[in-house]
């Protein structure tokens, strides 16, 4: 998966004004289609509804509004939820300033096409300009008649992770302790299965690191049975994380950004027991679980567990 911005900037870093592009240069546009079809789009609201809807591309739009829709579009409330509905494709975010600045960590190159104006605007291309910058090198540029299409790459690319036994981290990331895996909320009722580790004597939940070949929730599923003899079905997701400077590399070659999933699911089959990683398996209601000393990255997924719908998907 690449991650590719793509934007008009003028020489003074201004994209945009009062909502929409403070120019007119005849042709430029044939670039942005010519580049973005048939890939997925990233944008925010405000630039959705500075074009609307444009044929042949999937729209996934951002906003903090829990109730905003627009017909063929899928909405998403946080870097995650949008980076987990693309899935494994490469895809384009196409601004505005606002959701350019949040995908900054993840962006691969940059297509840009650089507009000899000096207009006045409200929005500016944040970080521009690239010139001498320690983390964009310029890899192309192409001119046209009234703009340059000018490429970046980031000078060090993102670290590649490969998904195996226990997660085997690359040498260039440096960083043998990552692990790419899933957690599992297993529910019944108003209580939640929650694990207590020997090493730190934290509760958690279930889950793990995944290994070779495994879906996300082929890995939840596993591993809650490894560690507390149940067997479980996952419901839906709760929760997706992602880590901007690590790329997760699957045996057959996808390349994803998330980093972890975490399912809501229920018990099939058995009774929680213990195992050589699990010293105390219980059910907790939202007071009790509210009470423990629970591991910090999981903390939100306990609260996100008892505070919203089944059956919904929460990111942030
Ligand atoms: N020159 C170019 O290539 C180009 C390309 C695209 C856009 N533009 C211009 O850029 C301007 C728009 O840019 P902008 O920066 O004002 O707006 P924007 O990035 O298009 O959209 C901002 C909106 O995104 C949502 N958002 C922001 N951060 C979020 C987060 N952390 N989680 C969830 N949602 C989040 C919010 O929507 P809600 O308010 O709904 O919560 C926010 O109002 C326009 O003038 C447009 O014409 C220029």
Redesign the pocket.
């Known amino acids: 998966m690449t991650i590719s911005f793509?934007?008009?900037?003028?020489r003074n870093g201004?994209?945009?004004?009062?909502?929409?592009?403070?120019w007119r240069v005849p042709g430029e546009q044939r670039g942005?289609k010519a580049a973005t079809m048939g890939h997925p789009m990233v944008?925010?609201?405000?630039?959705?509804?500075?074009?609307g809807l444009l044929p042949g591309r999937r729209h996934i739009?951002?906003?903090?509004?829990p109730d905003?829709t627009a017909e063929g579009v899928e909405v998403?409330?946080?870097?995650d939820e949008a980076l987990f509905l693309v899935g494994d494709e490469d895809f384009f975010v196409?601004?505005?300033?606002?959701?350019?600045?949040?995908f900054a960590a993840y962006a691969d190159r940059m297509l840009l096409?650089e507009i000899p104006l000096e207009p006045e605007?409200?929005?500016v291309?944040p970080g521009w300009p690239f010139t001498d910058s320690p983390v964009w090198r310029e890899a192309s540029r192409e001119p046209h008649d009234g703009w340059t299409v000018v490429t970046y790459e980031r000078r060090k690319p993102r670290a590649q992770v490969e998904v195996g036994p226990r997660i085997a981290a690359s040498a260039e990331a440096g960083a043998t302790q990552i692990k790419a895996g899933a957690t599992c909320a297993i529910g019944d009722g108003d209580r939640l299965l929650l694990t207590r580790r020997e090493d730190n004597g934290l509760w958690c939940l279930p889950g793990g690191g995944a290994e070779i070949g495994e879906t996300w929730s082929e890995t939840a599923v596993r591993e809650a049975r490894e560690e507390t003899g149940l067997r479980v079905a996952v419901d839906s997701v709760l929760a997706a994380y992602s880590r901007p400077d690590v790329v997760i590399v699957y045996p057959d070659g996808r390349r994803r950004t998330i980093f972890g999933v975490c399912f809501r699911a229920h018990v099939v089959d058995g009774s929680a027991g213990t195992s050589n990683e699990v010293t105390e398996s219980r059910w907790f209601t939202a007071a009790e679980a509210a009470r423990l000393p629970i591991i910090p990255a999981h903390r939100p997924l306990v609260r996100a567990f008892f505070e919203s719908e089944p059956g919904t998907t929460i990111f942030d």
């Not at 201004?14 to 403070?22: A, C, K, L, Q, Y």
């Open positions: 793509i934007a008009a900037v003028a201004v994209v945009g004004r009062d909502g929409s592009m403070p942005f944008m925010g609201r405000r630039t959705f509804e500075s074009h739009v951002l906003t903090r509004d905003w998403a409330h946080s870097v196409t601004g505005g300033a606002q959701i350019w600045a949040l096409s605007g409200d929005t291309f």
